[in-house]
C-alpha cells in the first residue's frame, strides 16, 4: 500500500527504522478517523471503503505493539543476564 513503511538498508540506525514504522501507523490511523469523519457527516457514500479503512488501522495498530512487545521482551531479557 501507499503507507507502507519503507525498505531501509541494513545499515539504517534502529531509531530511524522504527521512528519510519510508528508514522506510517499515525497515518493509517489519522486516514481511518478522516474516513470515519466524512462517513459521519454524510460526505461519503462507501461504507465498505471506510470498513476496509478501520479494519487496516486496527490490524497495523496490532501488529506495531507485537512489534513494540518482542522488543521489550528482548530488552529485559538482555538486562536480566548476568555479566
Same mark, same amino acid.
Given at each position: 500500500?501507499?503507507?507502507?513503511?519503507?525498505?531501509? =538498508?541494513? +545499515?539504517?540506525?534502529?531509531?530511524? !527504522?522504527?521512528? $519510519?514504522?510508528?508514522?506510517?501507523?499515525?497515518?493509517?490511523?489519522? %486516514?481511518?478517523?478522516?474516513?470515519?469523519?466524512?462517513?459521519?457527516?454524510?460526505? =461519503?457514500? +462507501?461504507?465498505?471503503?471506510?470498513? !476496509?479503512?478501520? $479494519?487496516?488501522?486496527?490490524?497495523?495498530?496490532?501488529?506495531?505493539? %507485537?512489534?513494540?512487545?518482542?522488543?521489550?521482551?528482548?530488552?529485559?531479557?538482555?538486562?536480566?543476564?548476568?555479566?
Amino acid at each position: 500500500t501507499k503507507n507502507s513503511p519503507k525498505e531501509t =538498508a541494513p +545499515d539504517g540506525k534502529f531509531t530511524d !527504522i522504527f521512528g $519510519e514504522l510508528l508514522n506510517s501507523v499515525n497515518s493509517i490511523q489519522r %486516514e481511518s478517523a478522516q474516513a470515519q469523519e466524512l462517513l459521519a457527516t454524510g460526505k =461519503a457514500a +462507501d461504507l465498505h471503503q471506510v470498513m !476496509i479503512a478501520v $479494519e487496516e488501522a486496527g490490524i497495523t495498530m496490532d501488529l506495531f505493539l %507485537e512489534i513494540r512487545n518482542r522488543l521489550l521482551e528482548g530488552y529485559q531479557s538482555l538486562v536480566k543476564m548476568p555479566m
